[in-house]
């Protein structure tokens, strides 16, 4: 059995779980405390960073990229996430590189350690100013993703990506700590809406992390 | 002509040069000043960085992985630089991204930022607590370098590969300041000696940026 190292909170791992269950691939989840540097997952993966899958044959792929390009090498043809011609495939991988890397680095890591990593790492106060520019950081991002989602039915075009599974993956982690304003980003909210109702993300909007309870809205399909 | 976006002192912009270097695809470099959010450039790229290849079609390619990629797939099978069976490529990959976004934020952004600019920009002075973390994070990086340089001929493995590209490109920028000692790390030192005196890297050693001379060793080949 595939396995899938993760925790739910990092957004990289739920892009991961997506693209997964998109392709209707099982794999036995085993959750990780990046912060903690165990040892064990050091040795797996030197970079301590989540997801990282370990296939059936013991292949070891680390970060959501590299799982994802694995198995569009690996599967089948129709099943494809990056899909198109060569210029739509850049298309698709430019902008999950945006999610898995500016989105990461400019909302979604500061707003994890502040709101989750400090608390159970008993590692200081929240950061006020920290958490005000990835909350403004955040309207950009929304911003740009209204701007996408207006152009086409997808982020990437007129079928659903990898692209969309990465953005939705590390928005649903911000929506689940409650700091996505829909009512702002009606075209974003939209797209939201329907990628959210799709059967790969019941998973997601199933998962309660101990000691910090998902916002009310975060598993309602109609928020 | 291919029109390469760039500046001389980012790390993944020189990724880009050496594999079009290594593929013989010639390029019209056109430097930018990332920075400066200049708005031509946003336009062409809304993330902001370099490099963007525009390839004679008129293609925007946004970020060096995104631009190995696509030479991967319309480029001739045997100039592979990402190469091997779907396990072989995963580590490629895996590498890769290691230097693209860990050694980047780890060394290569706190080090351009404190040293150049800062400078460039008039953004205060350098901060030596910020160049003190990153110089202890280079010499980790090395350190795994090091390790990778011993198990194979090359950091992915029996050939050379993007993850080489990537890992000299980076180091290079940090040799150019002359922040990386080079005895203290032998076995990456052997490498890079290989890598440096490819027909590829003769560019990069011919780069010299107004108001930063780079370090004497620079341009050498026997460092």
């Known amino acids: 059995m595939r396995?899938?190292?993760h925790h739910p909170l990092y957004g990289a791992s739920?892009?991961?779980r997506l693209?997964?269950?998109e392709r209707g691939l099982v794999f036995l989840p085993k959750m990780e405390m990046p912060w903690e540097r165990n040892e064990d997952f050091l040795t797996l993966n030197p970079s301590g960073e989540v997801p990282v899958l370990v296939t059936e044959d013991g292949t070891v792929l680390a970060g959501t990229t590299v799982i994802a390009e694995y198995f569009e090498e690996t599967e089948p043809e129709d099943s494809r996430l990056i899909w198109g011609g060569a210029g739509e495939r850049a298309e698709i991988r430019r902008l999950t590189n945006w999610f898995e890397t500016k989105f990461v680095r400019e909302v979604g890591a500061p707003?994890?350690?502040e709101r989750y990593i400090k608390r159970v790492a008993a590692a200081g106060n929240p950061s006020s100013e920290v958490?005000?520019?990835a909350m403004t950081n955040l309207h950009i991002h929304l911003d740009y993703i209204d701007w996408l989602a207006e152009q086409g039915n997808w982020l990437a075009g007129k079928a659903m990506s990898l692209a969309d599974l990465s953005a939705a993956a590390h928005l649903s982690v911000t929506d689940y700590f409650g700091d996505v304003d829909w009512s702002r980003h009606p075209e974003?909210?939209?797209w939201y809406a329907k990628i959210k109702s799709r059967p790969s993300f019941r998973d997601l909007l199933a998962d309660v992390v101990a000691g910090l309870a998902p916002a009310a809205q975060y598993g309602d399909l109609d928020f």
Chains 1, 2 share one sequence.
Do not use: D, V
């Open 3 to 5: 396995i899938l190292h």
């Open 14 to 16: 739920r892009t991961a």
């Open 19 to 21: 693209l997964l269950a």
């Open 111 to 113: 707003l994890l350690n």
């Open 131 to 133: 958490m005000r520019a």
């Open 188 to 190: 974003a909210k939209e």
